[in-house]
C-alpha cells in the first residue's frame, strides 16, 4: 500500500497508459480521479477499478483539461470532496493524426497538440502548486514520447509539443525541488491505439520497431509503465527530481527506424 491516503489526479486516466497507471495507483490504495472526456468510456473504467481494487478508490470526471476554467474547476471539485492532490500524472494526449510533412503543416494543428501537450498540464501544476507547496509533499509525472527526443519524421507538432512538455516538467523540478515536490518524466511505449494505428499503416516499420528492442515487445500500461508511475509518485522516490526514464524495454537504446516515407 505504497500510495494509501493519497489522491492521483490523472489526466486521459480512462485508457491506454493512463488507465493502466490508474489501475497500479489503485491497487497500491490511492484515490485515482480520472480525467478524460469520455463518459462511457471513463465510467466503465472508474466502474472495473473499484471492482477490481477496493483497497483503492475510483472517480470518473468529465473533463475537457484545454478548457482552463474547467480544469480548475474539477480540481477544486476534489479538493472539496476528497482532499487535497497529492499526485499529478500528464498523461492526456493529442496526437498529429495522419502523418505529415513538416512543410504542409498547419498552424491550427500546431496549436491543438500544444493545448493538449502543454498548455494543459502548465495550468494543472500552476493550480496544483500551493497545496502541494503547502503539504511540503507532491509529485507530478508527465508522459512524454521517444518520438520527440528522436525527432521521428511526419509528426513534427506531437514532438515540438512533448519536448514541451518534458522541458516544463524538468524546470518545475528545478524550481520546486526544495518544497518537496519531485517532477519527473515517464517516456513509455505500450500497446496502445495510436501503436496499433501505426502497425496498420507501416506494419513493416513497427516489426522494425519491434526486432530493434531488447525485449522484443511493447509493453503493458498496467504491469510495466504502471509500477513505475507508482515508484516516482511514492515516498521511495522522494530524491529522485527532474529525470527522463524511458520504459521502453531498452528500445532508445538502437533508436527506432523509420522507413516509411511520404511523397513530395
Not at 491543438?112 to 498540464?121: S, T
Not at 511493447?218 to 521511495?236: T, Y
Request: glycine content about 10%; overall charge negative; hydrophobic content about 40%.
Amino acid at each position: 500500500m505504497q500510495l494509501q491516503n493519497k489522491t492521483a489526479f490523472i489526466t486521459g486516466g480512462s485508457r491506454g497508459i493512463g488507465l493502466g497507471v490508474a489501475r497500479a495507483y489503485a491497487e497500491q490504495g490511492a484515490n485515482v480521479i480520472l480525467a478524460a472526456r469520455d463518459v462511457e468510456v471513463g465510467t466503465l473504467a472508474q466502474d472495473n477499478i473499484n471492482r477490481d481494487f477496493p483497497q483503492g478508490r475510483a472517480l470518473f470526471l468529465e473533463t475537457d483539461i484545454t478548457d482552463r476554467k474547467q480544469l480548475e474547476e474539477k480540481i477544486d471539485q476534489v479538493a472539496t470532496d476528497i482532499g487535497d492532490i497529492n499526485i499529478l500524472v500528464n498523461n492526456a494526449t493529442a496526437g498529429d493524426g495522419q502523418p505529415t510533412r513538416m512543410e504542409y503543416t498547419n498552424e491550427r494543428a500546431i496549436r491543438a497538440l500544444a493545448e493538449v501537450n502543454y498548455h494543459a498540464p502548465l495550468w494543472a501544476m500552476q493550480k496544483l502548486f500551493p497545496s502541494m507547496k503547502a503539504n511540503g509533499w507532491g509529485r507530478i509525472i508527465s508522459m512524454c514520447s521517444l518520438n520527440g527526443i528522436n525527432a521521428h519524421r511526419f509528426s513534427v507538432g506531437y514532438n515540438s509539443s512533448k519536448e514541451a512538455l518534458r522541458a516544463l516538467t524538468r524546470t518545475a523540478a528545478a524550481e520546486w525541488g526544495r518544497h518537496g515536490i519531485t517532477c519527473n518524466i515517464i517516456c513509455p511505449a505500450a500497446v496502445t491505439a495510436p501503436w496499433e494505428a501505426y502497425m496498420e499503416w507501416e506494419p513493416e516499420s513497427a516489426q522494425a520497431i519491434l526486432n530493434l528492442n531488447p525485449m522484443g515487445r511493447l509493453g503493458d500500461s498496467e504491469r510495466d509503465i504502471g509500477p513505475l508511475a507508482v515508484f516516482l509518485a511514492s515516498e521511495g522516490a522522494r530524491y529522485v527530481n527532474g529525470n527522463t526514464i524511458h520504459a521502453d524495454g531498452g528500445g532508445h537504446i538502437n533508436g527506432v527506424p523509420w522507413s516509411a516515407d511520404l511523397p513530395d
